[in-house]
């Protein structure tokens, strides 16, 4: 569990100004703009799938992790619960999700992708791969592997849970 | 202009699938969790200024740039103009922003913050501040500057716009 602590709190203090650092600078800036183009890259073939960023989201969360409880797959496709739930409920009745009772714990639901919610996501892969490629053109083997050691070092940092 | 080319379509088939990259491989995930986190560490004290995500942004962008044209404001803020428009008008009510017409094209608004908005923008930083310094806590200065250099590649890779 990490929370923004009181030495983050006093250290802002002495940070400088945000015309000072420059927006171009501020890392937060950079990814908001750089995530607010993948996204929009991948949305009209998402609305052509008839899909919505939860759906598409868990779709891809599903289709690398075998079964997960709600609450999880809301923490890894960065959904909220209440707007998951709705995205699930969707996707059930189109049958690209099933709902499952844990082995272990019968009170506890887990979700799994079925056969056509597979085929779904392997329809949408290309675009977001595509859009995936575009953002690290040019930019050398090494230097991409830097960034994603530096962006799970972060994730670290920020997140609330284990995963 | 960058579109997604014709080449990272074809590169795109040639991409091993999501679950060989690994979701913590997988850099437009990551970013993904990660906004997603600082987005809601800044959540709360913003609601209880009364701002929105649309409003602070803004706010925050004509914080370091003194006057912005509507279209250009939307694309730094990352917000929809339409969603962007009615932010502006709520700014300018609460006397956060003012409209005024471009000295050299009057058919052509640009929006400017006012002090009151200045003062609002200040008291937000420090949220934005500590939120920031948490990502990245116990990285060594070098590599935030590394990491900072490849998000403005990876911008110029995908934004539509010279800025």
Same sequence: chains 1, 2.
Avoid: C
Wanted: net charge neutral; proline share 4%; glycine share 4%.
């Amino acid at each position: 569990m990490n929370e923004s602590k009181p030495e983050d709190r006093a250290r802002a203090e002495l940070l400088p100004r945000l015309g000072e650092i420059g927006l171009s600078n501020f890392a937060p800036y950079l990814m908001n703009r750089i995530m607010g183009r993948y996204n929009a890259n991948i949305r009209q073939e998402m609305a052509r799938a008839g899909l919505t960023t939860p759906k598409l989201r868990a779709l891809a969360v599903l289709s690398v992790i075998d079964s997960l409880q709600i609450s999880d797959l809301a923490v890894y496709a960065v959904v909220e619960q209440s707007t998951l739930s709705r995205a699930l409920d969707q996707l059930a009745t189109d049958g690209l999700i099933r709902r499952e009772t844990d082995e272990k714990d019968s009170r506890v639901t887990r979700v799994a992708i079925t056969e056509a919610g597979r085929a779904m996501f392997e329809r949408l892969w290309p675009s977001m791969a595509a859009a995936y490629l575009q953002m690290f053109r040019g930019i050398p083997e090494e230097e991409q592997s830097k960034f994603v050691a530096t962006l799970q070092k972060v994730l670290q940092n920020v997140r609330h849970h284990d995963f």
